[in-house]
Each structure stands twice: as structure tokens, then as C-alpha cells.
């Protein structure tokens, strides 16, 4: 009987409140969409990380008749200078960071160089001398990428020691970026989502006053006259964390599924699936927003 | 029933208390009538037995308890055994007589069968059989009355208050009321009824208690509304 009495109540709350309902879901809704965006940037910051990391790789480049670093001052990489820096690599020192060594002539380079550059004109210009010979370290612990290249950079014969974690910590400063600013802008939402579900809750309970005068005159309990409140608020909320998840599975669908693991088959993209992973998250937060948001509310509108 | 021990109500501590050193003991059973100017107290005296407001000196007894130990969450068992009714009736416009009264007993979760069995016998009490269909726009201002009335006694409460029931009906109509409220108290339920109306006061014969300037002035068994001026001016 309880539970027919409240949702009956909900039901004409709601149907009474339409528009500020409306709103509500719409405004959960964005503001979700945002928190769940600024969490898809994170899981696929953690991912790329995850899956770079392992395969980040330090890159010895010797020098060329072109370099220009002082440490190419006497010309190109000798022989010698190069059976040394190979030995080192490979010495009793360094075992504890290197997992392997290959070299890369610079034949191959330009083999990697085409490859990599097929669709550009300037392959064509490109000759093997101008590339570059190198050592391909991977290491043990890819955060030690410091330890090499302190002892190799100013070596003879060294050009430059690169690590491709700089180019890869470019990236996700660039993804950290984005999911603050969708976090930015999901606060704002928030702020907005907690300020209308309080105004509804006013309004309803302003329109409901007769009903819960009496509530309270014959004796109804806290719970029996507030819950209908609360409750419209965290369905509306719910709808709209819904709608934000369907929002987000549909765009990763479409963007990450259908778009970008096919145009860069070379990254780890989270998948439509790890989407769903947020939904609960959404649900919840939507949930609890308007739940506190609308209890704070009656505490002031509607006495009990 | 409802004792007043030595009560002060000040809403605003630079003005006169609205109830100043009030004593009172209603027994169970008896019918009493409040009466006095408008600001005399009477409307205090009602929110303070329901706890709607704190007495500021003195405690407050209902049914054997000081309602100022009732703590909050408790406080609806309290008004479940308070039945009130008021002059402009307040009954819910868009709902039927029938479920004007079932309201009362729905939210404090009364199952649809027991709500089923009682309403009909309610309202026969208040004499309106065969109306539990009508709107309240479609009753007479007796008839809607009678409605808060039946929801005011539907979930069988000890006390009933009434805060001037009468005051927006004629008399004829007026004394269609007190005969309900009359019964109701033969029934066993204690009655207060606040009121400006010296005719029904002077026809029931009732105890009368007098308040003024938040004061008892006058307690008499079988009293009348008191012939003073300013008694009347109200």
C-alpha cells in the first residue's frame, strides 16, 4: 500500500512538474555526459600508457656526415667508435636496465623511413646518408631511460640519445588536458544540475503543500512525506545519467569502434565495452546528486 | 487527556506571551470549549498539544506523555492520535470525498482492504452516505466539513481538535456539525473546539474554558460564552 501511496505520489508530482522534470534530466544529462567523457580521456590515457610503456624503446642515434651536435665534431661514427658503444650496451654494467640491443643501419632506417612516410612526397628525397644509423635499446624498466642517457650521450661517435616517452608524455598532457577541461565543464553542469533539482523540489513542494500539510497532520511519517520528493528528483537524475550512457556508447561506438581503430591501427583505443564499465559510476553519481541535493532542499521547504 | 502545567508560549520575547502560566487538565472523554477574543491563545493552546510548537516555560502532557520528550521521529505517532479540523476545511480539491479520507489513511500505510472497510462506515458517521464519489467543489460548505471531519476521526484518535468548524458556516448548518462532534464524543474521543460561536456554545452546555490575553480566566463546568463585551468582540 506504502509503495502504490508513493509512487501514485510521484506520478502526479511529476506529471504536475513536467518542465522543471524535463530540465532536470537534460541538465544530468549533459553534466554526466562530461564526467563520463573526462573519464573515457583518463581510461584511455591509462591504456595508451599501459600499452606504450611496454614498448618504449631508447634510440642511440651515431653520428652522420650531417650531424650537427658537437659530439659529431670529428665526422661520421668510426668503426671502433661503434664496437665500443655496442660493448658497453651489452657489458655487465648496463645488464641490469637493457633488455636488447639491435642496431639499425642506416639502409634500414630508410627501409623504416619509406614505410612509415609511404604516403609523403618527400621519400623520394630521401636518401639512406642523410638517416641516421642507430642502436634500438629496449630497456627493463622503461623509467630508466635516464640511465642511458647519461652514459651514452656524450659519448664518441653519439649523436643523440632519444627517449620516444617524450613524444608520448606530449600526447597525454594533451589528453590530461582534455579530460580537465570536460571535467571543468561537468562541474559546472553539476553546479547547475544541484541548483535545479533544488528549485523543483521548491516548486513541487510548493504545489504539494496542501497534501503534505495534511500528510503531517494525521500523523504521516518523515520518510512517507519526503520520499515522493526525493524520489522525483532521482529519476529524473537516473534518466538523464541513462541517456548520458547511451550518449557515450554511442559516440565511442562511432568514434572509436567505427573511426579511429581503423584510421590508427597502431594505438590501443578503449573499447565501446569499457564504456559500460561507467555506466553504473553515472548512474550512481546522478543518483546521489539529486538524493542529497533534494534532501538539503526539504530540510528547508518541507516541514515535517 | 490533555494537561497544561504552568505553560508560557512567547513567539517574540519583547511582546505578551501568547499562552502566559496556562494550566488546564482535560479528562478523557470530555467535550471542551475553548473560547476568547482572536490572539487570546486558542490557536497556541491547539499547536502546542500537537507539537508544533515548543512551550517556552512549563510542559505540555498528552495522553500521560510530556511532549517535549517525544522526540521528532516520534512525533507523528503523536498527531496519529490527534484528529484536527479547521474552519476553511482543507481538503484536497482534486481528490474524491472518498479519498479525501483514505488520504489519512494511506500515508500512514493502512492496507487498501482496511481503508475499504472503514471510509464507508466513517463517512455514514458524518452523514454522507452515497457521496463518496463527489469533488469537494460539488459539496456544500457543511458537506466539506463533514469530509475533514470523517478524515480527521478515520484513523480513531484519542483527541479531536477543532479550531473553529463552524466558523464559515451558517447555523443551521453550524448545528448539523456539533451533533457530529457531539456523537464522536459519546463515542469515547475527547473533544476541543475552539470557537467564537456563543449560540452552539450556549445551546451544548459543554465545559467552557476562556482564554485571555493568554490567560485562563474562566473554567466552568457547564458554562456559557459569557455575557462580557470583550469576550464577544472577537
Given at each position: 500500500m506504502r509503495v502504490a501511496f508513493i509512487l501514485s505520489e510521484i506520478g502526479s508530482g511529476i506529471r504536475r512538474n513536467l518542465s522543471m522534470v524535463t530540465s532536470v534530466i537534460l541538465v544530468t544529462f549533459i553534466s554526466l555526459t562530461f564526467v563520463g567523457a573526462?573519464?573515457?580521456?583518463?581510461?584511455?590515457?591509462?591504456?595508451?600508457?599501459?600499452?606504450?610503456?611496454?614498448?618504449?624503446?631508447?634510440?642511440?642515434?651515431?653520428c652522420v656526415d650531417n650531424s650537427s651536435e658537437a659530439s659529431c665534431a670529428a665526422g661520421p661514427v668510426t668503426e671502433d667508435q661503434r664496437a665500443a658503444i655496442e660493448a658497453r650496451l651489452e657489458s655487465d654494467?648496463?645488464?641490469?636496465?637493457?633488455?636488447?640491443?639491435?642496431?639499425?643501419?642506416?639502409?634500414?632506417?630508410?627501409?623504416?623511413?619509406?614505410?612509415?612516410?609511404?604516403?609523403?612526397?618527400?621519400?623520394?628525397?630521401?636518401?639512406?646518408?642523410?638517416?641516421?644509423?642507430?642502436?634500438r635499446v629496449s630497456l627493463v624498466d622503461a623509467e630508466k631511460y635516464e640511465v642511458i642517457d647519461e652514459a651514452f650521450s656524450s659519448e664518441p661517435g653519439v649523436d643523440a640519445v632519444s627517449d620516444q616517452r617524450d613524444f608520448l608524455e606530449a600526447i597525454f598532457r594533451y589528453m590530461n588536458w582534455a579530460s580537465v577541461v570536460a571535467l571543468a565543464i561537468a562541474g559546472i553542469m553539476t553546479f547547475c544540475a544541484i541548483l535545479l533539482i533544488a528549485t523543483t523540489i521548491r516548486l513541487s513542494a510548493f504545489s504539494r503543500r496542501r497534501e503534505t500539510g495534511i500528510m503531517r497532520l494525521v500523523g504521516a511519517s518523515k520518510a512517507i512525506i519526503q520520499l515522493p520528493f526525493i524520489l522525483e528528483g532521482v529519476i529524473a537524475a537516473v534518466i538523464g545519467a541513462v541517456l548520458a550512457s547511451a550518449t557515450l556508447w554511442g559516440a565511442s561506438r562511432f568514434l572509436i569502434d567505427g573511426w579511429l581503430v581503423n584510421t590508427f591501427p597502431q594505438t590501443a583505443f578503449i573499447s565501446s565495452q569499457q564504456?559500460?564499465?561507467?555506466?553504473?559510476?553515472?548512474?550512481?553519481l546522478g543518483a546521489l546528486l539529486a538524493g542529497i541535493s533534494s534532501l538539503l532542499t526539504l530540510r528547508r521547504y518541507v516541514k515535517v | 487527556m490533555i494537561r497544561f502545567d504552568d505553560v508560557t508560549k512567547t513567539y517574540d520575547p519583547t511582546s505578551q506571551p501568547a499562552l502566559d502560566?496556562?494550566?488546564?487538565?482535560?479528562?478523557?472523554?470530555?467535550?471542551?470549549?475553548?473560547?476568547?477574543?482572536?490572539?487570546?491563545?486558542?490557536?497556541?493552546?491547539?499547536?502546542?498539544?500537537?507539537?508544533?510548537?515548543?512551550?517556552?516555560?512549563?510542559?505540555?502532557?498528552?495522553?500521560?506523555?510530556?511532549v517535549a520528550n517525544i522526540p521528532s521521529w516520534r512525533v507523528p505517532r503523536l498527531r496519529r492520535g490527534i484528529g484536527v479540523v479547521f474552519q476553511d476545511f482543507r481538503l484536497l480539491p482534486n481528490k474524491t470525498v472518498f479519498a479525501n479520507v483514505a488520504f489519512a489513511m494511506q500515508v500512514i500505510g493502512r492496507s487498501r482492504a482496511v481503508i475499504r472497510e472503514t471510509v464507508p462506515d466513517v463517512l455514514a458517521t458524518v452523514g454522507l452516505e452515497g457521496k463518496d464519489n463527489r469533488m469537494p467543489h460539488e459539496l456544500s460548505g457543511g458537506e466539506q466539513q463533514r469530509v475533514a471531519i470523517a478524515r480527521a476521526i478515520v484513523n480513531r484518535p484519542g483527541i479531536l481538535l477543532a479550531d473553529e468548524p463552524t466558523g464559515n458556516l451558517d447555523p443551521t448548518t453550524s448545528m448539523g456539525i456539533m451533533k457530529i462532534l457531539d456523537t464522536i464524543n459519546q463515542n469515547g474521543t475527547t473533544v476541543v473546539m475552539a470557537t467564537h460561536d456563543d449560540d452552539i456554545v450556549n445551546t451544548m452546555r459543554k465545559r467552557v474554558v476562556e482564554l485571555r490575553g493568554g490567560s485562563v480566566v474562566r473554567d466552568d463546568a457547564q458554562g456559557i460564552y459569557a455575557g462580557r463585551p470583550e469576550a464577544m468582540a472577537g
Open positions: 573526462a573519464g573515457l580521456f583518463q581510461l584511455q590515457i591509462n591504456q595508451m600508457k599501459g600499452y606504450w610503456y611496454d614498448r618504449v624503446q631508447v634510440t642511440i642515434y651515431l654494467q648496463f645488464a641490469p636496465y637493457v633488455d636488447t640491443v639491435t642496431h639499425e643501419t642506416q639502409e634500414e632506417a630508410l627501409v623504416h623511413f619509406r614505410d612509415q612516410f609511404a604516403n609523403s612526397p618527400i621519400v623520394d628525397s630521401v636518401t639512406a646518408e642523410q638517416l641516421p644509423e642507430s642502436f564504456v559500460l564499465l561507467l555506466v553504473p559510476v553515472l548512474i550512481l | 502560566a496556562v494550566s488546564l487538565d482535560i479528562d478523557r472523554g470530555e467535550f471542551v470549549f475553548l473560547v476568547g477574543a482572536s490572539g487570546s491563545g486558542k490557536s497556541t493552546f491547539i499547536r502546542l498539544v500537537l507539537k508544533e510548537d515548543r512551550a517556552s516555560r512549563g510542559a505540555v502532557y498528552v495522553a500521560g506523555q510530556n
